[in-house]
């Protein structure tokens, strides 16, 4: 039987326990996922660099070997297809997740003529509300977000605030 592998495109700027909870689960079904990190140029002031951020979301998965990270530009789909990823994973929190994500699951369907898949999955009730914009924002009040991402994720956005 082949590798079911998926692509699972985000900002992930900074990864949230939302996005992690959604690898958890699509770790049921997957062989391998792999994260692509986009640059997304319509979100100035992100917090890490992509480099940075590709090291970060690699340092947290070091011990899973389902999971890979990569960067990339252009469509995702296309980086799909590169990637021998059929399926693109895709999170859903709410009602205008449901609708943005459905949107953008008819058009890569669509332009990657029928090849490239979208799945979805639920948000854990717990990580409903978390965003990684909410989490920043958390951040720069000085509030305590360990219950929103990973430790690491804090250590190195406590870094980037002393410099
Ligand atoms: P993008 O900029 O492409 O929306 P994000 O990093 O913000 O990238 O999100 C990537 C995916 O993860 C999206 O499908 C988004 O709906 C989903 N997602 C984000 N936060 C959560 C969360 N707390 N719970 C479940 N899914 C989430």
Not at 24 to 35: G, N
Not at 109 to 130: L, R
Request: charged share 25%.
């Amino acid at each position: 039987m082949s590798m079911k592998k998926a692509l699972y495109p985000g900002s992930f700027n900074p990864i949230t326990k939302g996005h992690m909870s959604i690898i958890s689960q699509a770790s049921c079904i997957f062989d391998e996922i792999i994260i692509s990190v986009l640059k997304n140029t319509n979100k100035p002031n992100e917090m890490f660099s992509i480099e940075e951020n590709v090291e970060l979301i690699k340092e947290i998965y070091k011990d899973n070997r389902k999971i890979k990270v990569i960067t990339s530009k252009g469509a995702s789909v296309d980086v799909a297809i590169e990637n021998n990823c059929n399926m693109m994973i895709r999170g859903l929190r709410n009602l205008s997740d449901y609708n943005y994500e459905m949107e953008l699951a008819n058009i890569n369907k669509d332009i990657s003529d029928g090849k490239v898949n979208t799945v979805c999955f639920f948000s854990d009730i717990k990580y409903q509300f978390t965003s990684s914009t909410s989490v920043k924002e958390i951040f720069r009040l000085g509030k305590d977000i360990s219950k929103y991402t990973d430790d690491l994720v804090i250590n190195k956005m406590k870094q980037k605030l002393n410099k």
